[in-house]
């Protein structure tokens, strides 16, 4: 995002400039590469340059940052650039320009990530209309670095028991400026890592409304190529984790004790307490891992309850206890079995358990116990519907169903209807499947009653046998069975399946049911979750046929109307009826001698030349006739603005009656007519 040579706003500066409505802080330590990157996507913000204020600290840079700082502010007004020695890490940057913010709202952004266009003025305008003293924006990974939450949904009004916005306690957010005065919030000085978390917590902990904009990507979180990045750097572990500890005591001191703390302390397990004990922990020596254990100890027998060690993955499960337990050898064997570069193994099966595959597992050696290698809850079906189609009364389903880490031998499509549920086998080679529910063979051979069927697809894989699984165990002793909702017909996490879907699979339509007659069919989103449901609805009273069906009236020279309908009729039967009818008031006529002309993409045209009719104003509709179902369907003009109408008039009984009459006096006119001529030609 290239920064031009000219000013942003040469009239900044003016005595009619509006004060500022966000001041944007950006620390800066040899980062000069990212940096036009950087401020030009400030220089670049929707939001009027002159509501925004830039304030960059350069922290004792030695790459030319300082200089072209210095050199971008000759040419915007608004950007004020104060240079340092450095200090060791972003607290102290920060602060500085806090100092110096005059903004209604203050961003802090790094100087080697960028905004998107319209962030400022999406952030701010929400702060605005909600009071908010904290804004979450929508924060998206980018050069290999992955966001650390995935903000999906826009909420005024979130905490951070209820949201999940605590597990991002970095800086780069909007804060109420006033807020950050009143609690004299300010970031830890002197540290590379983890120096933003006292103020991430207590901002969050003590804003009386914290808001989330998920519907725009707000802030881009960019790896550095040479992984300079600061969470990437060796610290002294030690000395960290005992800073944790200062950390932690002021949320306990924040929270009480109670699900709300442990909600909290199960991010602070993965985000700070077990985050060293990977890479960094093997990279150590025995005496050096024996050091990092002990001063993560205090931490996990303090705030490792029964609760957050069940909500902990058993990667972090097994490292908790390793470390409560002082089992130096198995933690160092479940860490170098997370961190080897190696194919994952199936999961073990037994009991109807899952459990994960790491070293220990049930080995008298170590005694660790089962739970902390316990995964049943968190192995989850990950399913796509890719799509789905009516041929011929059947409807095809196709998608994609995987268990991660088993392997997958059947599946099935689920019907669950009122007071039962039934079973379509599907075709599965391992990942993809496809089925045919067909409504007249699909209650277990008989027809699909009515009503509304959600529909799931539900798959069984199988696990590896337990180390200590007899000779008699069994296939079915490592099966897992999962069932999920197929997703809404055009769901927002489908596209694919919306794309794949023709407008037909969407429309209500006919299906057969045996002797049951037909029912009107029609796929749609149902539930709290909105899932794909299948209504079968007899009399197309929920789901109205036809609903396309136009017409028109035409009367030729002699008086004779001529009705044209079209409609589009999915599923329609080749042995189904459809002919115009007239009706008024009570009396219903079937137009005699209609015909059908059916098209391409079920589209149909019937038209009818009427014939002894008796007179008035009739009302023109489709009657459907398929099985013993009668549909009578209403037809609308052409332009959908009334119901379509004919009109036919009484013959007019009294000239019928004076007709032998004028022929009388038409011949005695022709005969006085010839007399005159036979007169003037004997005259000649």
């Known amino acids: 995002m290239p920064i031009s040579d000219e000013a942003a706003n040469p009239a900044h500066g003016g005595p009619a400039d509006p004060a500022p409505a966000v001041s944007v802080i950006v620390p800066v330590h040899n980062t000069r590469p990212y940096l036009p990157r950087s401020l030009g996507s400030v220089f670049a913000q929707t939001l009027d340059q002159r509501r925004i204020e830039v304030i960059a600290v350069d922290d004792g840079s030695t790459d030319g940052s300082a200089a072209w700082l210095t050199g971008q502010a000759r040419h915007h007004p608004n950007l004020t650039v104060l ?310 009364g059947v409807l095809h389903l196709r998608g994609t169903a995987t268990l991660p880490g088993l392997r997958g031998t059947t599946a099935e499509v689920l019907l669950h209807g009122p007071g039962a549920h039934y079973r379509i086998p599907a075709r599965y080679d391992g990942e993809r499947w496809r089925a045919a529910v067909d409504p007249a063979t699909a209650a277990d051979g008989a027809p699909l009653p009515a009503g509304l069927w959600g529909l799931k697809i539900a798959l069984t894989a199988h696990g590896a046998p337990a180390p200590d699984a007899g000779p008699d165990a069994t296939a079915a002793d490592t099966a897992v069975h999962r069932e999920a909702w197929l997703p809404e017909p055009d769901g927002p996490d489908e596209p694919a399946a919306a794309a794949a879907a023709p407008a037909g699979a969407r429309r209500p339509r006919l299906v057969g049911r045996g002797p049951d007659g037909p029912a009107v069919a029609a796929l749609l989103p149902a539930g709290p979750h909105h899932h794909l449901h299948l209504d079968l609805d007899p009399d197309g009273r929920r789901h109205p046929l036809g609903t396309d069906l136009r017409g028109t009236v035409t009367t030729t020279r002699t008086g004779r109307a001529t009705l044209t309908a079209h409609l589009t009729l999915p599923g329609c039967p080749t042995d189904a009826g459809l002919q115009l009818t007239l009706r008024a008031g009570d009396r219903t006529l079937v137009a005699r001698g209609t015909t059908v002309e059916p098209a391409a993409a079920d589209r149909y045209t019937l038209r009818c030349s009427l014939r002894g009719v008796p007179p008035g104003t009739w009302q023109v509709a489709v009657r459907l006739t398929a099985g013993p179902r009668r549909h009578d369907l209403p037809v609308r003009t052409a332009d959908d603005r009334t119901p379509l109408t004919v009109t036919v008039h009484r013959p007019a009984r009294r000239n019928r009656l004076r007709r032998p009459a004028r022929r009388a006096a038409a011949h005695t006119v022709r005969r006085a007519a010839s007399r005159r001529t036979l007169v003037s030609a004997v005259g000649r």
């Open 83 to 392: 240079t340092q020695p450095a200090s060791g890490g972003a607290g102290r940057p920060r602060n500085v320009g806090l100092t110096l913010a005059t903004g209604d709202y203050v961003f802090f952004l790094d100087s080697d990530d960028h905004l998107g266009p319209e962030a400022l003025d999406r952030l701010t305008r929400m702060a605005q209309t909600h009071g908010s003293d904290v804004v979450h924006g929508r924060i998206v990974g980018a050069d290999g670095r992955a966001a650390p939450v995935d903000l999906r949904t826009t909420r005024a009004r979130v905490t951070p028991f209820d949201s999940p916005v605590y597990w991002t306690l970095a800086a780069y957010k909007l804060f109420r400026r006033a807020f950050l005065e009143q609690h004299h919030l300010r970031f830890v000085e002197g540290r590379l890592l983890a120096e933003d978390l006292p103020f991430g917590i207590a901002a969050l902990l003590r804003a009386d409304t914290v808001s989330v904009l998920a519907d725009y990507d707000c802030y881009y979180l960019h790896g550095r190529p040479d992984d300079s990045n600061a969470s990437r750097q060796d610290l002294d572990w030690c000395e960290y984790l005992h800073y944790i500890a200062t950390v932690l005591a002021t949320v306990e001191a924040e929270v009480p004790p109670g699900p709300d703390r442990d909600a909290l302390m199960v991010r602070h397990f993965h985000g700070e307490i077990l985050m060293p004990f990977a890479a960094p922990y093997l990279a150590r020596p025995p005496a050096g891992r024996r050091a990092m254990a002990a001063a993560a100890r205090p931490l996990v027998e303090r705030y490792l309850t029964d609760r957050v060690q069940a909500a902990l993955p058993p990667r972090l499960r097994l490292r908790a206890h390793c470390l409560r337990a002082a089992l130096d050898d198995a933690l160092t064997a479940v860490v170098r079995a997370d961190t080897e570069d190696t194919p994952p193994e199936p999961p073990y099966a037994a009991g109807g358990r899952l459990y994960a595959r790491y070293p220990g597992f049930r080995d008298p050696h170590h005694a660790l116990p089962d739970t902390c290698y316990d995964l049943t809850d968190r192995v989850a079906l990950r399913q796509r519907l890719t799509g789905r189609q009516w041929a011929g």
